[in-house]
């Protein structure tokens, strides 16, 4: 399977749309962990429930950098430079060649950095492409045979995989000091998505729970409240989101705008991995009933006219961020970099926004970090992955600077206690505590290296079904399997 995944990673990438219109994370992510079958156990324990408890995180110390020379320097690679930016709260505001990489707004943060002794040996290089489109891959791939390795390898989730189950190329974070018991405070989801073999491959700053985002004015006129807690009632579960959204046509608005926007919602409702991979390597794609919900789901909302039938990230669909719709299903990112409508326009919804947890726990988008397998300083890469993702004070100075929702119970309880987050596009509305509730609900435990690939040819699927060009939810289905299979042929398809 190995030596399929490195290519099939990133032509499954090509199929990702990129946020640029947001200015904000990239589409969803490809998931974890390729499931490899196991003789079914007479019982299943169930996994814990995740919980807002925080626990007594293990440090880390601080490497000593005396005695270093030039030959314990290190390139951190970044797409955007975002990342780039974010290790600015480390290292201070420039690198070891004297770049710039705090972002503008964020300097008191990064002049704040605990540790500016460490950034003569850090070489921040931002590349200036897509995360998702496969060029990114290409790039760092190149780098490792170059003089400038990729010690530092930062990854949209999209595409997190391709790194993250590849040993050549990147190494168990294990192996270089960073415990589970330090990154003991991360939300559950993200340590399952970045678990490769028992090996901990990635960690990241960031979680992204999803929500429902909605228009207030339009929940006061026709529910009678815009509270939050009223409004959850509403779409608690699927049944009452489809009773809210009768009371939504009556009225004159339309529940969603498109029906693929739940799509990232059912997405994550998994109770099965979709791709399979048997002790002798073949792997095999087993579409469970969660496909058939997202077909079905999208049918639904297309005939029912609940949406205004637009396609996600399409004109129309972002238009009516200031139109007649009453909501989306949303997430940390979206809130701040998405539906943050000109304030000046005459439609203007700037403010008229709140989010509720909504029906289901999903996430959509995210970053992750991994370490190259061969870099020259692993102390260095290991601390610097532990102060970006496991110092709870480094990761309150990031949703503070960047309202990015951090990976990081500790920070996010004392974020909640601070009353930090509240936002002029929620009319005030602080969304930390939702998003803290919603990141608990977030399974990932079935997520797999193809999950991307497989969502896109659902989406074809589902707009095939909503057009008329096949006729049945079966036939649906049978379109994405042959589609896979004439894109991955050594797939096995039940």
């Known amino acids: 399977?190995?030596?399929?995944?490195?290519?099939?990673?990133?032509?499954?990438?090509?199929?990702?749309?990129?946020l640029a219109a947001c200015g904000g994370s990239t589409e969803e992510p490809a998931a974890?962990?390729?499931?490899?079958?196991?003789?079914?156990?007479?019982?299943?324990?169930?996994?814990?429930?995740?919980?807002?408890?925080?626990v007594a995180a293990a440090t880390m110390e601080a490497p000593d950098v005396s005695g270093w020379d030039a030959s314990k320097e290190i390139y951190a690679y970044s797409w955007n430079g975002e990342s780039n930016q974010w290790l600015s709260y480390i290292i201070g505001p420039t690198d070891a060649d004297g770049n710039k990489i705090v972002a503008d707004g964020q300097e008191?943060?990064?002049?704040?950095?605990?540790?500016?002794?460490?950034?003569?040996?850090?070489?921040?290089?931002?590349?200036?492409?897509?995360?998702?489109?496969?060029?990114?891959?290409k790039l760092v791939d190149t780098a490792f045979t170059s003089d400038k390795y990729p010690s530092i390898i930062p990854c949209d989730d999209t595409v997190a995989l391709y790194y993250i189950?590849?040993?050549?190329?990147?190494?168990?974070?294990?192996?270089?000091?960073?415990t589970d018991e330090m990154y003991a405070n991360a939300y559950q989801y993200t340590k399952d998505y970045a678990n490769w073999n028992g090996q901990l491959k990635g960690v990241t700053p960031q979680a992204t729970p999803g929500n429902f985002t909605y228009r207030a004015s339009i929940a006061k006129e026709v529910l009678g409240s815009d509270d939050p807690a009223d409004v959850q009632a509403a779409v608690a579960d699927w049944d009452k989101f489809y009773e809210t959204a009768d009371k939504m046509k009556a009225a004159g608005y339309a529940m969603l705008s498109g029906p693929d926007d739940v799509k990232y919602a059912l997405m994550d409702q998994r109770k099965s991995p979709w791709v399979t991979v048997a002790a002798d390597g073949s792997e095999t794609l087993t579409l469970d009933d969660s496909v058939k919900d997202i077909i079905e789901s999208e049918k639904k909302l297309y005939d029912g006219d609940y949406t205004k039938k637009t396609s996600m990230w399409a004109a129309e669909w972002s238009a009516n961020f200031e139109g007649d719709v009453f909501g989306y299903f949303g997430c940390t990112w979206f809130v701040y970099w998405c539906i943050a409508t000109s304030q000046d326009s005459?439609?203007?919804?700037?403010?008229?926004?709140?989010?509720?947890?909504?029906?289901?726990?999903?996430?959509?988008?995210?970053?992750?970090?991994?370490?190259?397998?061969?870099?020259?300083?692993?102390?260095?890469?290991?601390?610097?992955?532990?102060?970006l993702c496991c110092d709870k004070d480094i990761m309150y100075n990031i949703e503070k600077g960047t309202s990015n929702f951090v990976n990081n119970k500790e920070a996010v309880t004392q974020i909640i206690?601070?009353?930090?987050?509240?936002?002029?596009?929620?009319?005030?509305?602080?969304?930390?505590?939702?998003?803290?509730?919603?990141?608990?609900q977030i399974d990932l435990s079935n997520a797999t290296y193809l999950d991307n690939a497989i969502m896109a040819e659902i989406d074809k699927a589902c707009q095939a079904y909503n057009s008329g060009e096949v006729s049945s939810v079966d036939d649906a289905i049978k379109m994405v399997k042959d589609n896979m299979k004439k894109a991955y042929d050594y797939l096995n398809v039940e």
């Open 1 to 18: 399977m190995k030596k399929k995944l490195v290519g099939v990673l990133l032509s499954a990438a090509m199929v990702v749309s990129s």
């Open 32 to 54: 974890d962990n390729t499931q490899t079958e196991e003789p079914a156990a007479d019982t299943e324990e169930e996994a814990p429930a995740d919980t807002n408890d925080v």
């Open 108 to 137: 008191e943060y990064a002049e704040a950095a605990p540790h500016k002794e460490l950034a003569p040996f850090v070489h921040c290089i931002n590349l200036g492409v897509s995360g998702t489109d496969g060029e990114y891959q």
């Open 165 to 178: 189950q590849d040993d050549d190329k990147t190494l168990d974070l294990h192996s270089v000091g960073l």
């Open 346 to 387: 005459a439609t203007s919804t700037y403010g008229d926004w709140r989010v509720c947890e909504g029906p289901v726990g999903y996430h959509w988008g995210g970053s992750y970090f991994t370490i190259g397998k061969d870099t020259p300083n692993p102390e260095l890469c290991a601390y610097l992955m532990y102060e």
């Open 417 to 440: 206690a601070d009353g930090i987050g509240a936002s002029d596009i929620l009319g005030g509305q602080n969304p930390v505590e939702t998003w803290a509730n919603s990141a608990l």
